[in-house]
């Protein structure tokens, strides 16, 4: 299985990927063997990969990084990089190889302070592997600090240090920084070949693993998380009864308060976990002594530590509103879809509620409604606070 298997209908751009790693190998043996390198490489030093939410933007960076670490003996007599066995493919697809660096938000932008060692690092040579990669997978929440300190290392790289960006859109990363970079752009896979994935590659029943990547409209990640917890899908199944629970203001305001509440619970019961491992690990580096009393000169380091938790719970609580707004706005959209006889493969399965909905409205009606959602999620970027944000969309649902 080589490292491009899993990407699920990125066939061209793993082509390319593929090019260009092959390229790349060439580069470091020439080198090694203090020949010139090769003309017309496909090789660059940094890479913007942009597509729609659920596209692969990571999956498709880690394997590349993966492909450009391949160390396996198989490419001496032609082989292709990215073999998948070997440990050079192996340690960076999940996420333990030396020389490749992952930056990914903590809280709502990756702040100076998150990117500082990083863009250190980036200036040294690869330490065992063949390449020194840097993959920031949020590149969208870059700060202008953060922003300006890739931009510094992205202008002047290191001869063998390769920049994996990650963003929904171009329009989502600096023109400085994108205009240094060879653009990828990803497409939303079908719910046929997410099905597909999740029935080879996780066991999961046809019909169910079908229904999930239609719920998730693509989305490869949220599909598998859908098909295999039955937690998400009753949290998912709550969402779907919000419009009809805004019969009046007060319904309204329950509604509103009870999302926001779910989210918040979401995202403490997935940070708890990962939170005592971090305090943990972190008690111990420093030396905590028996009885867990901390050596002196400590309390800032924890206090940092705190913080960026706290930073990471409220992204978190954010990213499940924003999931359950997907998952609204997927519902309205197949209403629409009824509305105006569109042959649009829908999203929700029970279909007598899509068409009792569409019976009762207009498709201007629903439009507005999706607005209203959009409006909710945009309000939810500028950091409105989330209570006061749901509320004014499920009053606005209420609207119709």
């Not at 019961?269 to 002196?296: F, H, I, N, S, Y």
């Amino acid at each position: 299985m080589t490292v491009w298997d899993d990407l699920v209908g990125q066939e061209k751009v793993s082509e390319q990927l593929g090019a260009a790693a092959r390229d790349a190998d060439a580069l470091v043996t020439a080198a090694a063997d203090g020949a010139p390198p090769p003309e017309a490489s496909k090789m660059t030093h940094a890479w913007l990969f942009t597509g729609p939410p659920g596209a692969g933007h990571t999956q498709v960076a880690r394997a590349f990084a993966a492909a450009l670490q391949c160390v396996s003996p198989d490419r001496a007599l032609g082989g292709a990089p990215g073999c998948g066995f070997c440990d050079g493919c192996h340690t960076a697809l999940v996420g333990t190889h030396a020389d490749v660096s992952t930056v990914a938000a903590v809280g709502t932008q990756i702040l100076v302070a998150d990117m500082r060692d990083t863009v250190r690092k980036s200036f040294t040579a690869p330490a065992n592997g063949r390449w020194q990669v840097i993959l920031v997978e949020d590149a969208e929440r870059l700060n202008e600090r953060s922003a300006n300190a890739v931009l510094k290392a992205v202008e002047e790289p290191a001869p063998r240090t390769v920049w994996l960006l990650c963003a929904p859109s171009l329009e989502d990363v600096l023109p400085t920084i994108r205009s240094r970079c060879r653009h990828l752009s990803l497409r939303t896979p079908s719910a046929a070949a997410v099905a597909d994935m999740l029935v080879r590659r996780d066991g999961i029943e046809p019909d169910i693993a079908l229904a999930a990547a239609r719920a998730t409209q693509g989305h490869v990640e949220r599909a598998r998380r859908l098909a295999t917890d039955e937690g998400a899908r009753a949290r998912r199944a709550a969402v779907l009864k919000l419009p009809f629970r805004t019969d009046d203001i007060g319904d309204c305001l329950r509604a509103a308060q009870e999302l926001v509440d779910a989210a918040t619970e979401d995202s403490k019961q997935l940070a708890e976990e990962v939170d005592a491992k971090e305090t943990e690990e972190l008690k111990a580096a420093l030396g905590a002594v028996q009885g867990g009393r901390m050596p002196r000169g400590t309390a800032g380091v924890m206090k940092e530590l705190e913080e960026r938790q706290k930073r990471r719970r409220t992204r978190t609580q954010r990213d499940s509103l924003d999931q359950a707004l997907s998952d609204l706005t997927g519902f309205y959209r197949d209403v629409l879809a009824l509305q105006l006889g569109s042959r649009l493969a829908l999203a929700t399965a029970d279909t007598e509620v899509l068409e009792r909905l569409a019976r009762g409205g207009t498709p201007e009606s629903t439009l507005r409604r999706i607005e209203a959602i959009a409006a909710c999620r945009d309000a939810l970027d500028r950091n409105v606070a989330p209570l006061l944000a749901v509320e004014a969309m499920t009053m606005a649902l209420r609207a119709g």
